[in-house]
């Protein structure tokens, strides 16, 4: 099986909708991945997620196969730290502060601190964990412990649009990594397309393999650059977002 994690366009957030530059990302998307295969529509209930969704079934003709997921909405998460800083997301913490707690980089203990718990993100990521775990199993492959049972295996694909910061929850579940490193270390760009397949080398007992992360290649076909939407100043002296 083969899994699609997109994030939406260039997002006006204020509207809940895209850009005019996210427009033009999301009629490139379509343009690519409608001659690809995709058997299945998952979406966001967020709007700026399924207007991108909107255009790629479209493309395939199944405007009205699109399922939409609550749990796939963004991880938006806020929380007090210990230092007394205002509310943060939990994709969005300086360097400084969270390299510095070991547990942030093991998959089960990085939830189990206090600002997390008292928050109830541990409830929430596993609010998206289970989703994504159900829709799996009725695709044929059932999480058991760290790895998937294939129950019937396949050729499919399955599409998942949703934001930045969900991205990275996925992620973390099917590869057993931390988020916050994914979240911290990885961006995926507006409308970019991050590839994973199973991979059964013993039969029942299956892994998701991440083949390409944030491909953009669509953008760079039809000549639009790609959005600065989640990046940080490149140099600290640049006039782009420092917070």
Not at 9 to 14: L, Q, S, T, V
Not at 127 to 136: A, I
Not at 161 to 173: I, K, W
Request: proline share 3%; with cysteine; charged share 30%.
């Amino acid at each position: 099986m083969r899994i699609l994690i997109i994030r939406h366009g260039d997002p006006d957030y204020e509207k809940d909708t895209l850009t005019e530059k996210g427009h033009r990302e999301a009629k490139l998307l379509a343009e690519r991945y409608g001659k690809e295969k995709i058997d299945y529509f998952y979406c966001s209930p967020l709007g700026r997620a399924r207007h991108t969704c909107d255009y790629v079934a479209k493309a395939h003709g199944k405007e009205d196969q699109i399922v939409v997921k609550d749990w796939l909405q963004e991880f938006g998460v806020r929380h007090f730290l210990p230092t007394g800083e205002e509310k943060h997301i939990f994709w969005d913490l300086l360097p400084e502060f969270w390299t510095k707690i070991d547990a942030m980089y093991d998959h089960e203990k990085w939830k189990e601190q206090d600002f997390y718990v008292t928050a109830g993100l541990d409830k929430r990521y596993k609010e998206v964990t289970d989703g994504l775990d159900e829709v799996l199993k009725n695709h044929g492959y059932v999480r058991n412990g760290r790895y998937y049972q294939t129950e019937q295996g396949n050729h499919d694909t399955i599409a998942f649009f949703c934001h930045g910061g969900l991205e990275g929850v996925l992620l973390s579940h099917l590869c057993n990594i931390s988020p916050i490193l994914l979240t911290h270390h990885f961006g995926p760009l507006t409308s970019s397309v991050t590839t994973l397949y199973t991979e059964e080398r013993r039969k029942g007992k299956a892994v998701f393999r991440c083949c390409s992360f944030g491909d953009t290649g669509h953008l760079y076909a039809g000549g639009e650059p790609t959005s600065f939407a989640a990046r940080f100043c490149e140099v600290y002296e640049d006039d782009t977002r420092h917070d």
